[in-house]
Antibody, heavy 125, light 107 residues
């Protein structure tokens, strides 16, 4: 069974950078078949897709993050990472990593089949 | 960005009732719509993909229909374990976008 596990600091100061890691088990990021995504959920609110990384390192981001987001992959550790710079209180959220298939015949386009349990990040001084 | 408008924002129904949730996309997305269930304090879980295909292990009382811009999630007979917030999400174009969510409660 595919499992994803987020980890990182739960508290970040304003203007600093938020850094999270997602460790994948039960699948290899190097298999090349998936979009490895980050999604966030503000407290009591809806879901916002942040972006994805493929095994090749290719990325795509939500323009709403105004170039503050960076997603990378470490194939040797089977991990993906998220960095978000210049954070403010508005970046306080639960951050999830998730996997979607590149092949629409598997689960359709963009369906996030496997999710981590989420990591709450609070931005506060 | 493709906007996805979900309604209602909340619904309260009795056990055994039929519950319907709708999502409308701001432009055509073919059938690239997924539905998720999120229980309190948990991560979302995929219920339906490609608008109408039930994900493995999801009870058959859940169903999805629609294509283009209008989509529906139906719970045919509401059960206590269905108390959750439900989200739709379009995967037709980047950035992937979600509906605002519908909270389902037992009356």
């Amino acid at each position: 069974q595919v499992q994803l596990q987020e980890s990182g600091p739960g508290l970040v100061k304003p203007s600093q950078s938020l850094s999270l890691t997602c460790t994948v088990s039960g699948d290899s990021i190097s298999s090349g078949d998936h979009y490895w995504s980050w999604i966030r959920q503000h407290p009591g609110k809806g879901l916002e897709w942040i972006g994805y990384v493929k095994y090749s390192g290719a990325t795509h981001y939500n323009p709403s993050l105004t170039s503050r987001a960076s997603i990378s992959v470490d194939r040797s550790k089977n991990q993906l990472s998220l960095m978000l710079t210049s954070v403010t209180a508005a970046d306080t959220a639960v951050y999830y990593c998730a996997r979607a298939s590149l092949n629409v015949d598997d689960y359709g386009a963009g369906s996030l089949v496997f999710w981590g349990q989420g990591s709450l990040v609070t931005v506060s001084s | 960005d493709i906007q996805v408008t979900q309604s209602p924002s909340s619904v309260s129904a009795s056990v055994g009732d039929r519950v319907t949730i709708t999502c409308r996309a701001s432009e055509g997305i073919s059938n690239w719509l997924a539905w998720y269930q999120q229980k309190a304090g948990k991560a979302p879980e995929l219920l339906i993909y490609a608008a109408s295909t039930l994900h493995s292990g999801v009870p058959s009382r859940f169903s999805g229909t629609g294509s283009g811009t209008d989509f529906t999630l139906t719970i045919s007979s509401l059960q206590p374990e269905d108390v959750a917030t439900y989200f739709c999400q379009q995967g037709n174009d980047f950035p992937w976008t979600f509906g605002q969510g519908t909270r389902v409660e037992i009356k």
